[in-house]
């Protein structure tokens, strides 16, 4: 990599993404092309030019070889720990928003307007290091399992793809790893870091059929499905009101698709558990299960609105036999569907 | 209430396999009107939709519910909305092995912007086993940065199963939709409370 001046001849520029998680990358490519023509620039994630932008985050070890303005490119950081670079650091947030993108590039283009600056030509790096000490795994979640592969291939654990998807294989159908730990979990699942101890085998562990394929957050809605400590964290009678902020852990977890009902009450509006209960007929434990395995997933909105409960405990049974309840609780006899 | 009709649109690139989930749920062989492709170095696919597929569900009391599935290619666009009207829901299929699914998502999303709004639309994602990029993480995270909870769902529509489960995600928003309706109206003013 190098670092040179130059200066802007168009409104065209070249932006750099290191030190990424790779979903962060393929978001972020697609998120230009949605924003293209909402700031007078255009952005392009080219890896063979020298890029005038580098978005990444400056806690990788990938960024620590960019060099800063004005020699080097503008960074804006991802990093999620909180750690800047100065009071004219630009950040950009996860999760990623479009108008997010649009302001910090916005940014950038003044900045870029403004005068000379650097630019950086990226060899596409690796996955970052890991730091492994006795027992312990410590780094990035993609790096750690990539770790985790390499310790313990055919023997436990196996990630496919880019995902972290582990495959899970004891022989005796027992499974344990450091997201045994539910505390550890929720620490995980706030700061996208593994800290603790690795590959434990003697812990409290889920019993899962060998062979079975969990993603990491299957095992953390796991977590919160059997979370002894819910019910306290979510009583009935409150006037705490939940709404789902994305269905992908309960869609993808198999455990999540009895649970399809009540999260399409649960996206459409906040509720409270009593209305939720209401509204999906599902018993209000399990519907504990479900609102504590959101939270630990980082799919549930909280809401505190004694008024709007109020109005919510006027509201009627729902009338299932009739208008379009009905004729969709006939269809599903029909097609065979059993209601989620 | 007797002889109601309702519908589903189901929508998406050419070749994501709209014609084939209608067949999946139809009791009658879906009505295909086919053209060759004209589009072969897009897609290699001998025939296309050019208006759109159609199947069908009878109930009691001659309600009917109508299955539709739009062409698929974007010059037939100005269909797509003519289709959706008065529409329960839609479903839209996503190739995962195009060029840039997330953008053809894109379109579909702009395009049925009014059905978005309403929340009665579900996304499934097909071919992920060959093409698992993006993965279904990336098209949560895209909608997220469009302020979109919309349910994503990996999907084989040649298998029955994954049809029906499509369709019951897609009932139980439409479902959610209809009860929340129900009690606002129960709760605009002058209205009696409970049942």
């Known amino acids: 990599m190098h670092a040179s001046l ?21 978001l972020l490519r697609s998120l230009f092309r949605v924003i293209d023509g909402r700031t007078p620039q255009q ?26 303005p004005p020699k080097g490119p503008i960074v804006i950081n991802m990093a999620a720990n909180g750690r800047t670079d100065g009071a004219d650091e ?57 770790t985790i592969v390499k310790r313990t291939d055919n023997n436990c654990y196996r990630i496919t793809g880019d995902l972290p998807v582990l495959l899970v294989w004891p022989a005796e159908g027992r499974f344990a790893t450091p997201l045994d730990n539910i505390s550890l ?60 902020t994305s269905w992908d852990i309960l869609l993808a977890a198999p455990e999540g698709r009895s649970f399809i009902s009540a999260g399409a009450h649960l996206q459409r509006n906040a509720l409270t558990l009593d209305d939720l209960a209401l ?5 209000q434990r399990r519907l504990v299960a479900l609102l504590s395995a959101c939270e630990l997933c980082g799919c549930l909105g909280v809401t505190h609105d004694a008024s709007e409960m109020r109005a919510a405990r006027r509201a009627a049974t729902p009338k299932r036999e009739h208008g379009v309840l009905g004729i969709l609780r006939r269809i599903r006899e029909r097609l065979g569907i059993e209601q989620s | 209430m007797s002889g109601h009709e309702y519908k ?51 109930l009691d009391g001659g309600n009917r519910l109508r299955l539709y599935g739009t062409p698929g290619q974007e010059r037939f666009r100005f269909m797509w909305s003519i289709l959706a009207r008065g529409a329960l829901g839609v479903i839209v299929l996503v190739d995962n092995s195009r060029p840039d699914p997330l953008a053809d998502l894109g379109i579909y999303i702009d ?15 097909g071919r992920l086993d060959t093409h ?52 606002a109206d129960a709760m605009a003013p002058g209205a009696a409370v409970g049942d």
């Open chain 1, 6 to 26: 130059i200066t802007m001849a168009d409104d065209r520029y070249n932006i750099a993404l290191v030190g990424l998680r790779y979903h962060d990358r393929t």
């Open chain 1, 43 to 68: 952005w392009v994630v080219d890896p063979e030019a020298p890029a005038h932008v580098v978005i990444g985050d400056t806690t990788s070890p990938e960024m620590q070889g960019v060099p800063r």
């Open chain 1, 90 to 146: 630009l950040r950009l947030a996860r999760p990623i928003r479009v108008n997010d993108l649009v302001h910090v590039l916005a940014l950038v283009g003044g900045r870029l307007a403004s005068g000379a600056t650097g630019m950086f030509r990226s060899n596409a790096g690796g996955a970052a290091p890991v730091t492994v000490r006795e027992g312990e795994l410590s780094g990035t979640l993609d790096s750690v399992l990539r």
């Open chain 1, 185 to 244: 979990s929720r620490a995980l699942a706030g700061t996208g870091q593994v800290h603790g101890e690795a590959l434990g085998r003697d812990g409290p562990g889920w019993t899962l059929q060998p062979g079975s394929v969990r993603s990491l957050r299957d095992l953390l809605w796991l977590a919160g499905l059997h979370a002894a400590d819910a019910p306290a964290r979510f009583p009935a009678g409150s006037a705490t009101r939940y709404r789902l």
């Open chain 1, 279 to 283: 509204r999906s007929g599902l018993p």
């Open chain 2, 8 to 58: 589903i649109i189901f929508t998406g690139t050419m070749g994501a396999g709209k014609t084939t989930a209608i067949a999946a749920l139809s009791e009658i062989p879906p009505v295909s009107t086919d053209v060759p492709n004209s589009d072969l170095g897009a897609f290699q696919k001998a025939t296309t939709t050019a208006a759109f597929d159609y199947g069908e569900l009878t």
């Open chain 2, 111 to 125: 395009n049925f912007a009014d059905v978005v709004a309403t929340g009665c639309l579900t996304i499934a994602v």
């Open chain 2, 132 to 183: 698992p990029d993006p993965s279904l993480d990336v098209y949560y995270e895209w909608l997220l940065a469009r302020d979109l909870a919309i349910p994503v769902l990996a999907a084989d529509v040649r298998r029955r199963d994954d049809v029906l489960v499509l369709v019951d995600t897609l009932f139980s928003l439409i479902e959610a939709k209809v009860i929340a309706a129900e009690e």
